[in-house]
């Protein structure tokens, strides 16, 4: 995730304000309205008025809040018949319009008990955790107990639902994860957890040079190192020989503004024929592309924790999936919706998703994406993952300061799992360790094994729960990995894969790290805990 020069600064101490204020997607609403309206017949509910294109300023604004009168006038029934989507959509519009304090609404039709009375009902329409955790993640924690004038309203919900996960309900689980994400298993795939870069660099090479019609790569950091210009010198060679090679990188993290060797380096591929997209960096920082993706032909591809360069391939202790089969394609899919987005073109008929048999023998694989400022996916499957582990949780991730994971992983200790913890103990960013050992006191009295991995950084963001279900990818446990970046990582329903990465990443990691069973925390550590909202 790292770049060195920006550690923390006032800018992202102030990026973290502006989703507190800010308003939904006005078109998306209205989108939602309007097929709202459409099936209002069918389940004998008055049919919504589509919202304006752009809402004007909430205060004193009675056209803004017409549609929040039409939610408000319906009944509990009318509100559970409505689609899931639906239902969120109502959820945005009504916490655009709530104003908890402001009760003196100059509408002689609802004042704000009303509204915020409707927030509850919606959010109590839910059937089951998925759909009160799909619509809670995409509002967002503070939007939704901003709204409502007693926020322990929301926190109570919220307790109630992550308290339904059963330990060893993996069925339960896997249908949690497909609601939430809108998403689903790709089928049977070959995973190789490759561990640091000798594996990476030697299949990565393997595979590039057997390209024959595209190469895409999405990456959060491109170090202009020998390693960076050996890439882009494969890539110039590939563009050169016919192949379409597309590069998406962070602003941000590869410091494309003033990095003069870098700047020059994709300069030299544009030259010959590279397609290139440098994501700009919103103001703040707030929202960065922190994926790692590769995808070959279609057929091959790349995933986890590496960026590309000395650090992450000679330097650090890190890891990389190779992926041969159908989930292939959802990594290409997660390539082109982010290069489009970014304003890149994609030509008419490339052909980019060739047919893909299941690997015989392979590893049921999902996809999972989390899209920065837009959904918590990521976040919401760790956690119900810890609820349902019922022996064992494995975890090694180099920045680590949710309290939210905290907190699950500390009742999972209370309840008997075995949860042990694997981070850096050299952090190549000194806050977020502080952060991180603040929570090591809770923690341990509640039996959780906490390892400080030795001699240089560990940066593989990779858990294991009861030895059959693994997630591993680009995404860190902080929240700029779980609330504001893009990430995507996989996860893998399989006895064996689990297993062959306890024992080759757990087992082996173990005995070089440091158990820190009798650490109490610092007051610089007491400190940076109470910035890891932020970090």
Known sequence: MTNRKNIISAAILLGTLFPLISSGN???????????????GDISIPAPEAPPAAFASISGDKS???????????????????????????????????????????STDWDQKD?????????DSAKDAADFDYMYYRIGKDKLEYSVGWYKDIVERVRKYRKTAVPGDWAGLAKYVNTVSESAHSGRNLIKFLIDGNEVIA????????????????????????????LADLLIAKSKAGLTVRLMIDEHGSSAEDDKKLIMMLDSMRANGVQIIVKKAPFLKKHLDHRKVVVIDGKVGFTGGMNIGRWYQVEWHDQQT????????????????????????????????????????????????????????????????????????????PYFTDEDVVEALRWAGKRGVKVQLVLPQDNDIAIVQHASRSYYRKLIKAGVEIYE??????????????????????????????YNND???LIIT?????????MRLFDADLPESELMNNYSPTLLDHLAGHFSGLL
Not at 473 to 480: E, I, K, P, T, V
Not at 495 to 502: D, G, K, L, P, T
Request: proline content about 2%; overall charge neutral; glycine content about 8%.
């Open 453 to 482: 991995y030795k001699g240089r950084m560990a940066h593989e963001k990779v858990a294991v729960f009861d030895g059959r279900f693994a997630t591993f990818g680009s995404s860190n446990l902080d929240a700029r990995s779980l």
């Open 64 to 106: 803004a809040s017409r549609e929040s009168l039409r939610i408000i006038k319906m009944s509990d029934q009318a509100i559970a018949a409505c689609s899931l989507e639906q239902r969120l959509q109502m959820l945005k519009t009504l916490v655009r319009d709530s104003s908890p304090n402001n009760n003196n609404s100059d």
């Open 203 to 230: 299949e990565a090479k393997t595979a590039l040079g057997n390209a024959k019609k595209s190469i895409h790569i999405e990456v959060f950091q491109l170090q202009p190192d020998r390693i960076g210009q050996g």
């Open 322 to 397: 190779l992926i041969e089969g159908p989930a292939v394609a959802k990594l290409q899919e997660a390539f082109i919706e982010r290069w489009k987005a970014a304003k890149g073109s994609i030509g008419a008929g490339e052909d980019l998703f060739p047919a893909i048999e299941e690997y015989p023998g392979g590893a049921q694989t999902q996809v999972i994406q989390h899209i920065g400022l837009r959904d918590q996916n990521i976040k919401a499957m760790y956690l119900r993952a810890i609820g349902t582990a019922q022996k064992s949780i494995k975890i090694a991730n």
């Open 115 to 123: 509204v915020e009375d409707t927030i509850l009902r919606v959010l």
């Open 26 to 40: 006005a078109y998306a609403q209205a989108g939602a309205y309007s097929a709202l309206a459409a099936g209002a």
């Open 487 to 489: 990430e995507l990582n």
């Open 494 to 502: 399989d006895y064996r894969v689990a297993q062959e990465i306890e």
